[in-house]
């Protein structure tokens, strides 16, 4: 059974600062491995996604790797801001059962002005 | 802004009633998935529409049932509420083939059931 773990639960660090959020996952079978990002109140928003071939993808500040053997996938958001505050979810599509997403529990994330 | 729509944003129920969830996705978008998210945890599929067909479940019981229609509008149905089924409940659209692309998710519906 699939099991994705986020690391940690909760981070608060200065704005400026580059940091690394990480997400474990139990089984190496996987389609893709999502970051979603998630603000009080409302839905998801994807914020970047990893095929299972790949080994990064990047986006403005954002640069996140996955490393299938090992289980492993980290986001690293350069020159943290304010607004960068939010819960940060990643998620990795099965290959089997009709490509559901697991989900791990969140990274709670603030950036002090 | 993600042009998937969920209503109502916010609902109340007691125990044992019915309740439905609806959800309008982005035209062209043929699939849609429910989740269920309670406090401070990662969401939970519930089940997967392409094409008006359910064609994935996960782990919940039959009380909770869904309905996608043409024009790419849906639907959850739980039945015989339970306290535990209060939670945030998504919903996400997907153009094509859910094996990669990104899934589009709605603001949710947040139900409490008393």
């Known amino acids: 059974k699939q099991e994705v773990t986020q690391i940690p639960a909760a981070l608060s660090v200065p704005e400026g600062e580059n940091l690394v959020l990480n997400c474990s996952f139990t089984d190496s079978a996987i389609y893709n491995l999502q970051w979603f990002r998630q603000d009080p109140g409302k839905g998801l928003t994807s914020l970047l996604l990893i095929q299972s071939s790949q080994r990064e993808q990047t986006s403005g500040r954002l640069n996140a790797s996955l490393d299938k053997s090992s289980g492993r996938s980290t986001l690293y958001i350069a020159a943290s801001q304010p607004g960068d505050s939010a819960t940060y979810l990643c998620a990795v599509r099965l290959v089997d059962s009709n490509y559901q997403l697991i989900w791990g529990a969140g990274t709670k994330l603030i950036i002090k002005p | 802004e993600t042009g998937v729509t969920q209503s109502p944003t916010h609902l109340i129920k007691t125990r044992g009633q019915q309740v439905t969830l609806r959800c309008s996705s982005q035209?062209?978008?043929?699939?849609v998935s429910w989740y269920q998210q309670a406090l401070g945890q990662g969401p939970q599929f519930i089940f997967q529409?392409?094409?008006?067909?359910?064609?994935g479940r996960g782990n919940f019981p039959p009380r909770f049932s869904g309905l996608q229609f043409p024009n790419y509008s849906s639907e959850l149905n739980v039945n015989a509420l339970e306290l535990d089924d209060s939670a945030l409940y998504l919903c996400?659209?997907?153009?094509?083939?859910?094996?990669?692309?990104?899934?589009?998710f709605g603001p949710g519906t947040r139900l409490t059931v008393l």
């Open positions: 996400a659209s997907t153009l094509g083939g859910v094996s990669t692309d990104t899934q589009y």
């Open positions: 035209s062209g978008h043929n699939t």
């Open positions: 529409y392409y094409r008006e067909e359910e064609n």
